[in-house]
């Protein structure tokens, strides 16, 4: 039997409490149905805080406030690492105030997936570059973590539908694939329909990554890493597409035929 590969999945508190007023830790089953069902194997990794937990306070040692000690321990134990979607990134970590339309933000969160990705792309782990790929919220946590930007809210510049009043299980608008991309060698097209539920996007791409997907109205769709490592984040959700859309399939399947290798 062949080994599948470890995929480590971003997950963490809700941004607000439940109707028994208790905070939820989470992450959609749909994620780590895709990766399993690509052949990978799912990992939920889970953030502590080292600010929320005395005994971590007491023993510096054990967990420096910096995240350093577990997000190499994570990544250590992962082929492969998934940021999910969720809430919006709060706007501290670009350096801006919050929009009016700013929503939900969960700064505990954004530390953690924002520390992830930066050790990813910025180091080796068992000899190799991590695999990476950012889902909707995803895309924009890469984007923010090595040195971009993102819009806090599209309506000023968007003229297409972003937030679908379709079904999520449903596509929605088309999209624009760079021929040359890798994004678009491992979907096996360059002109798509996808689905969407956002309203921030990729403003400023990070130094050493490319735009290479868009909508007519010009919003950023995907990003990759210019060079051959697999570190590529989409702005749609392709695990609520799994089942019906052959592009969802094989944009889970290039994350964990890269993870593999």
């Excluded at 994570?74 to 492969?80: E, T």
């Excluded at 953690?112 to 930066?118: D, G, Y």
Aim: proline letters at 6%; aromatic letters at 10%.
């Amino acid at each position: 039997m062949n080994k599948r590969p470890v995929i480590g999945i971003a997950y963490s508190d809700t941004a607000f409490r439940d109707n028994e007023m208790r905070l939820r830790t989470y992450v959609s089953r749909k994620y780590f149905r895709a990766v399993y069902r690509a052949g990978g194997l799912p990992l939920l990794l889970p953030a502590i805080d080292p600010r929320l937990n005395a005994d971590l306070q007491e023993n510096p040692g054990i967990f420096p406030e910096s995240y350093d000690h577990l997000v190499d321990a994570y990544l250590n134990m992962v082929d492969g690492l998934l940021i999910p979607g969720g809430e919006d990134v709060h706007p501290r970590f670009q350096g801006e105030d919050p929009h009016p339309k700013l929503d939900l933000v969960n700064p505990f969160r954004d530390e953690f997936e924002l520390a992830l990705v930066k050790a990813a792309h910025t180091r080796k782990y068992r000899g190799k570059r991590l695999p990476v790929l950012g889902i909707c919220r995803g895309i924009q946590v890469l984007a923010i973590a090595l040195g971009g930007s993102v819009y806090q809210d599209i309506a000023e510049v968007s003229k297409v539908q972003h937030a679908q009043k379709a079904p999520r299980w449903e596509t929605s608008h088309k999209i624009k694939i760079n021929q040359d991309s890798c994004l678009a060698r491992e979907l096996g097209a360059d002109e798509i329909f996808t689905n969407s539920f956002h309203h921030q996007a990729v403003r400023d791409v990070p130094s050493g990554f490319q735009v290479v997907a868009q909508t007519s109205d010009g919003i950023i769709e995907a990003i990759e890493s210019s060079d051959a490592n697999f570190f590529c984040g989409v702005q749609w959700h392709p695990e609520e597409t799994y089942d019906t859309d052959v592009y969802s399939k094989n944009l889970f399947k290039a994350l964990v035929k890269s993870a593999a290798t």
